[in-house]
């Protein structure tokens, strides 16, 4: 990009050849164009785009979680890009170029420094409608015993079925969740959990997803 001043073409809008005069920030400026453009229906970009649209759709059904559980990487950037550079880079979706799959297992819902503390168990009971989230107390690296839980469940498709954010601390080592009425539990189901940490703001990273 080349600053132009010229007082007889003053403003000057359009495109001669390959250069095109435009303004920026007050100021006349000359472009170049690309001399080649590359396809922009490669099957690596066709890929790349639809990994994108999986992942924006999965955060979009569950932003406040992941948005929390993004806060301690949120530095110059969204919670949002956090999550979505992350979750891409994890390796956790793949396409073929028509259609992506996430494998839920894999998906980083939190990343942070606080240590990791893995869900021991998940106990669904579909007469009441619950699901009760059980892990190991004990405190890991820097944890607190005040640390507040946070837990998402989610269906094959990585739609959200309930969730709790903050409701319980560490210590209980135990929390049950209530889906809604018009949910149906039967079937199988992702399980994620990580804490919180309010003096710090520190987060811990999950990616204990369990099958149930």
Avoid at 148 to 166: P, R
Avoid at 191 to 198: C, D, I, N, R, V
Wanted: with cysteine.
């Amino acid at each position: 990009m080349a600053v132009v001043s010229n007082t007889i073409t003053g403003k000057t809008r359009g495109s001669v050849g390959n250069v095109t005069f435009t303004t920026w920030k007050g100021l006349n400026v000359m472009k170049s164009k690309p001399t080649h453009v590359h396809y922009p229906n490669s099957l690596g970009q066709m890929q790349a785009k639809q990994k994108l649209i999986a992942v924006v759709a999965f955060y979009q059904s569950c932003s406040p979680f992941i948005n929390l559980g993004f806060s301690q990487r949120a530095i110059k950037k969204s919670a949002y890009n956090a999550f979505v550079s992350k979750a891409i880079l994890s390796g956790a979706i793949s396409s073929d170029g028509f259609n992506a799959e996430i494998s839920l297992q894999d998906l980083p819902i939190s990343d942070g420094s606080l240590g990791q503390t893995p869900i021991t168990s998940i106990v669904k009971n579909v007469n009441n409608k619950t699901f009760t989230f059980n892990w190991n107390p004990e405190l890991t690296d820097d944890g607190q015993n005040n640390d507040l839980a946070n837990v998402l469940i989610v269906d094959e498709v990585g739609l959200v079925m309930a969730s709790s954010i903050g409701k319980v601390n560490r210590s209980a080592g135990t929390i049950t969740i209530t889906t809604s009425e018009s949910v149906e539990i039967n079937g199988h189901y992702c399980g994620y959990l990580f804490f919180y940490q309010s003096s710090s703001r520190k987060v811990s990273t999950s990616r204990n997803a369990i099958a149930v």
